[in-house]
């Protein structure tokens, strides 16, 4: 038998490797509760970095290799640390064909990025989505957690200026 | 037993008695997304400001299906008719308020004498919209678990599985398999321990039918799961949800706690031996896990790689135990089979097709939003009727259903009756549910590279020729999408998408031709007109046949020939 529940202390005193902890628990520290504790993490810390893992891998008593095959198959986890702000643009079918492509082309140019990058000031991801399940309003982007329906290109442009100006002033 | 449920729904009725007025904001996530949380207080606040609480009462309900003309509210009252508000925004609470008693807000008015409300058959959604998601008590007195109560108190397992033989349900995830030989065997397979699974990972980019039921309605889910697991001999259910869709996670939280709460999830369920459990595992964004081996290896927290079957989930599933997998919209039909009687069931939709079936109207269509109607209702009639034909005034030039494993069904085929059998014939699929309309300035060349680009990046690499087919189909797509593609680059697309479906290993790969072969089997010409004029004078162009599902050879077009 492996030895399991002997705890493993969090890489830093950080609190909030107790939410971690607690959803592990919850899991009975079984490794089919890997899932669910990255997304803790994720939701904790906003990315997976090599610590995490590491620490998750030895809680559960995982394989690292397991860990880290879990977190790079879910395109939900993220390994790299997000900008300050985000917005995602749906690609689902009902998106796409009302014209979400040349949206993100545009946005992609304006920001010198590509969907999937972060600006290298570090203000803005840009993701992309299968689908938010929010069709009947395609095409639909989330910024910074807020979903936009029905979206159009100057409205898009103009909440994307807002976001990223707003830290502007407050750091001027 | 019956006694609980009717405690919790009188006690209910005597506390909504007093309430002459019912407004109704939709808290699903459509109309959320355009802010109605804020709506609903603005319109509690105005309530309270006038002092109208004590006969007025404002709650949040599941989606009323017509999302396009979202956010919406609508009122009851005992006198008249509902009256739906549309595009409602928190400063039209005043007006909202006002007219509670007069007549209704004239500029945000939304009839419901048309087609689109008249002509659908609610049972998978007939709560949606009408009853607040967060509570149970609602759901009880709609008369929520006594199909449940009724199933475990005055049916063997037996009976009950020969109820949903009866209804001649077939799985609405996509393929179709009747439910009450899949339960059959699950129920016959040995082991000591079985598992129910909920499939709620909705891959499809383009559909949002288990969202909303989830979102809407989620007590129906637990009480199908927990009526399935009775009938099968399962005494824990899992309900694997994308991660994608936080609201109805959260909405079946709740649900699993009030469930619990009033027994009818737990130990000794409503006074008997019957124990069920749900637990929910969260996907993290992976389209493969959909499919149900896949599914499993989820949930035990590894990779979502399928493998190969048999042995069928119902033998060896989760944890190596026989294990049920049924889709969201068929465990919330089976309820009011129970309830009503598989005859009943049996007795809408076609000979093959019972029930009805929810779809999830986009694209380029006036209605965009939920319906449901009769297995057998025209396309045309869905289409020009319900969904108020194609928006912008356009024509209709196909319609793709079933997502990346479907396909694309030309306008000329529109008086189609929706069901299994005919639009597989049609070189498409039932699918989950998703409909998406396309006008005619949409290229069907680039709709078939789009789908591919989605299952050549979901693919999960198990398998050589769904991880390398798919990337060489999508390179040759992307040819034809900027007409820069030779003859032989399409006898090689026809070639591949042979070779992808007949050698994969799971669905994903299997069924990732059909939008490529249906493309090319109705509007070939667009293929060929992609080819450029210095590569077709190179080759002479003889197009192959397509063939169809079964094998059989298909006419092609007659246009392709003189393009
Ligand atoms: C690639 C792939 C993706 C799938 N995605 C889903 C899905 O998102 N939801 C679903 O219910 N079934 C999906 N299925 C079908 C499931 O494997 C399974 O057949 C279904 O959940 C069975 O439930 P049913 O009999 O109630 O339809 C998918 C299958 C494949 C091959
Ligand atoms: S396709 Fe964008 S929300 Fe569904």
């Given amino acids: 038998m492996p030895l399991r529940n002997e705890k493993v202390d969090p890489p830093s005193d950080d609190k909030r490797w107790r939410i971690v902890q607690a959803t592990m628990q919850r899991n009975g520290f079984e490794r089919d509760g890997l899932i669910e504790t990255l997304h803790t993490v994720q939701e904790s810390f906003g990315f997976l970095d090599d610590e995490s893992l590491r620490y998750v891998a030895a809680s559960l008593n995982a394989p690292l290799s397991q860990v880290y095959g879990v977190s790079t198959f879910y395109h939900l986890f993220s390994l790299k640390p997000a900008g300050q702000h985000t917005c995602v643009v749906c690609l689902g079918t009902a998106c796409y064909i009302k014209g979400m492509p040349a949206m993100l082309k545009q946005i992609e140019s304006r920001y010198g990025i590509k969907a999937g990058e972060t600006t290298p000031d570090g203000q803005l991801s840009l993701l992309t989505a299968r689908c938010l399940g929010a069709c009947g309003l395609a095409p639909v982007a989330v910024f910074d957690g807020s979903i936009a329906g029905k979206l159009e290109m100057g409205e898009a442009m103009s909440r994307l200026q807002e976001m990223t100006e707003v830290d502007h002033v407050r750091e001027a | ?563």
């Fill in chain 2, 1 to 563: 037993m019956y006694e609980r449920l009717e405690e919790i729904t009188l006690a209910e009725q005597e506390s909504t008695a007093r309430f002459s007025h019912t407004v109704n904001v939709c808290m699903a996530a459509g109309c959320m997304s355009s802010r109605s949380d804020a709506i609903k207080d603005a319109l509690t606040k105005e309530v309270e400001a006038n002092g109208l609480e004590r006969w007025c009462r404002v709650r949040g309900v599941g989606c009323m299906g017509l999302c396009a003309h979202g956010p919406l509210v609508s009122v009851d009252t005992d006198q008249s008719a509902e009256t739906l508000y549309q595009y409602v925004t928190p400063d039209d609470a005043p007006a909202i308020v006002g007219a509670l008693e007069g007549p209704p807000v004239e500029r945000l008015h939304c009839p419901t004498n048309v087609p689109f409300f008249q002509r659908q058959k609610k049972i998978v959604l007939e709560n949606s919209g009408r009853i607040d998601p967060e509570r149970v008590e609602e759901y009880i007195a709609a008369d929520g678990y006594t199909a449940l109560i009724k199933a475990i108190t005055e049916m063997s397992p037996a009976e009950v599985i020969d109820e949903i033989i009866a209804s001649g349900l077939r799985g609405r995830g996509g393929g179709g398999y009747p439910t009450g030989l899949k339960w059959t065997t699950v129920a016959k397979s040995e082991g000591d321990t079985k598992y129910v699974i909920c499939n709620a990972d909705e891959g499809d980019p383009g559909a949002f039918m288990d969202r909303s039921v989830l979102e809407s309605d989620p007590h129906r889910i637990l009480e199908g799961m927990a009526i399935a697991g009775y009938a099968i001999g399962a005494g824990q259910g899992y309900i694997y949800v994308r991660g994608e869709y936080p609201l109805a996670v959260a909405r079946l939280k709740t649900a699993i706690r009030q469930a619990r709460r009033v027994n009818m999830l737990g130990s000794g369920i409503a006074g008997t031996q019957f124990a069920f459990h749900v637990d929910i595992r969260l996907g993290a964004g992976a389209f493969v896990c959909g499919e149900e081996t896949a599914l499993i290896a989820s949930i035990e927290g590894k990779r979502g790689q399928p493998r190969p079957r048999p042995p069928y989930p119902a033998e060896y599933g989760l944890w190596g135990q026989p294990t049920l997998i049924n889709n969201v919209e068929t465990l919330a039909n089976v309820a009011p089979i129970i309830r009503n009687g598989g005859d009943w069931y049996a007795s809408l939709g076609t000979a093959k097709s019972k029930g009805t079936k929810v779809f999830a109207l986009a694209g380029s269509i006036n209605n965009t939003g939920l319906i449901e109607v009769p297995m057998g209702t025209p396309l045309r009639e869905i289409i020009y009727e319900i969904g108020g034909g194609v928006s912008g005034g356009g024509q209709c030039k196909a319609i793709q259903t079933g997502g990346p494993s479907g396909g694309c069904i030309p306008a000329e085929f529109l008086d189609t009756p929706v069901d299994y059998e005919s639009l597989a014939a049609l070189g498409s699929i039932m699918g989950s549910g998703g409909m998406i309309v396309m006008d005619e300035s949409a290229s069907m060349v680039d709709v078939a590279r789009y789908f591919m680009e989605f299952c050549m990046t979901e693919s999960c690499g198990r398998c050589v020729p769904c991880r390398v087919g798919t990337v060489h189909m999508h390179n040759l797509l992307d040819k034809f999408s900027h007409h820069e593609a030779a003859p032989r680059d399409l006898v090689l697309l026809e070639k591949l998408c042979d070779m992808v479906r007949n050698t994969s290993l799971c669905g994903l790969g299997q069924t990732a031709p059909n939008p490529v072969l249906s493309t090319l089997r109705y509007f070939r010409h667009e293929y060929i007109a992609a080819i450029t004029e210095e590569a077709a004078d190179l080759y002479a162009i003889t197009p192959a046949p397509p063939t169809s599902r079964n094998g059989a050879t298909q006419h092609a077009p007659a246009q392709e020939v003189a393009s």
